[in-house]
Nanobody
Framework: VQLQASGGGLVQAGDSLRLSCAASGQTFGNCRMGWFRQTPGKEREFVAAINWNGRSIKYADSVKGRFAISVDNAKNTGYLQLYSLKPEDTAIYYC???????????????????WGQGTLVTVSS
């Protein structure tokens, strides 16, 4: 699976953004998808994860209620909608896919088999 993340940019605090993760090589219907973020000097941090039909979703506490993850299997694309952005949300955001549609969604980056290249989100105060 090849993943292409896009949609990042420079925004002000309180603004919204929608990140996209386009998959090729395998359908998202056979995978579970996750979003992670990373800032310089820190470990990659879990943001959100979703299973193939959207019925199992998990969020990090830091984004719960502000971010929304979704997947459109017809378009083979996953999304992360970011609302009420804060300066501390500034990071490179990565999408990831985990083989298999069954099973739990997980926050562990080591569980994911494929990674996109990342898209930078910068939130100014």
């Amino acid at each position: 699976v090849q993943l292409q993340a896009s949609g990042g940019g420079l925004v002000q605090a309180g603004d919204s953004l929608r990140l996209s993760c386009a998959a090729s090589g395998q359908t998202f219907g056979n995978c579970r998808m996750g979003w992670f973020r990373q800032t310089p000097g820190k470990e990659r941090e879990f943001v959100a994860a979703i299973n193939w039909n959207g019925r199992s979703i998990k969020y990090a506490d830091s984004v719960k209620g502000r971010f929304a993850i979704s997947v459109d299997n017809a378009k083979n694309t996953g999304y992360l909608q970011l609302y009420s952005l804060k300066p501390e949300d500034t990071a490179i955001y990565y999408c990831a896919a985990r083989n298999g549609r069954l099973g739990i969604v997980t926050s562990s980056p080591t569980a994911y088999n494929y990674w996109g290249q990342g898209t930078l989100v910068t939130v100014s105060s």
